[in-house]
Every structure is written in C-alpha cells, then in structure tokens.
Nanobody
Framework: QVQLVESGGGLAQPGGSLRLACAASENIFKTHPMAWYRQVPGKERELVARMTPTGTITYYDFAKGRFTISADDVKSTMYLQMTNLKPEDTAVYYC?????????WGQGTQVTVSS
C-alpha cells in the first residue's frame, strides 16, 4: 500500500512563497500520473496541477504562472512551488493520482495565506 505524506505548508503573507512536498513510500512517479489537489472546508477537493511520468504538465487556471509542479524520482518526492500567494490559496493541499485517487489520501498540509 503506497503511503503519501505531504509537508511544507504553513503561514505565508500575500505575495509570499511556499514549497510543498509529497513523499511517496514507493517510486510511483515513474509509473503513475500524479497531481496536487487542495480543499477548503465545505468545498470539494479541486485539482491544482498534474504531471505525467513523461513530463506533461497541466496547471489549472488559478495556478498558471504562479505554481510549479515537479518531481524527483530519486527521492520519490513531488513538489509544488507556490509563488505570489493569495488569501484564496488558503487550503489543505494533498497529492494523489489525478481525477480518481488510486492511493490512500495523506493527511495533507495546511497552507494559510494571511497578512
């Protein structure tokens, strides 16, 4: 059973940056498309960005130009570099396969953007 552990969240000021990490217990990034999601209370989890093992990347509108998804196969870790953060980016961020989660959800990492 693959385990996913998200980290790197915290409190950031508007305009600030954070780098999230998603560590997997197995090297799934060479075999599975993966994605970052986020969720705020009372709303459905939404996709932020996704990438395929061959490196095709898709960003959702609110992430374009501000967020960068990447993966380190050696470390079995995926990253989300977030810049120019906005208060509306406040959410719990998760990683999993896109559209239909194949793995158990991790605990997520809380991102709070506030002055």
């Amino acid at each position: 059973q693959v385990q996913l552990v998200e980290s790197g969240g915290g409190l950031a000021q508007p305009g600030g940056s954070l780098r999230l990490a998603c560590a997997a217990s197995e090297n799934i990034f060479k075999t599975h498309p993966m994605a970052w999601y986020r969720q705020v209370p009372g709303k459905e989890r939404e996709l932020v960005a996704r990438m395929t093992p061959t490196g095709t990347i898709t960003y959702y509108d609110f992430a374009k130009g501000r967020f960068t998804i990447s993966a380190d196969d050696v470390k079995s870790t995926m990253y989300l570099q977030m810049t120019n953060l906005k208060p509306e980016d406040t959410a719990v961020y998760y990683c999993n396969t896109p559209f239909r989660a194949m793995f158990a959800w991790g605990q997520g990492t809380q991102v709070t953007v506030s002055s």
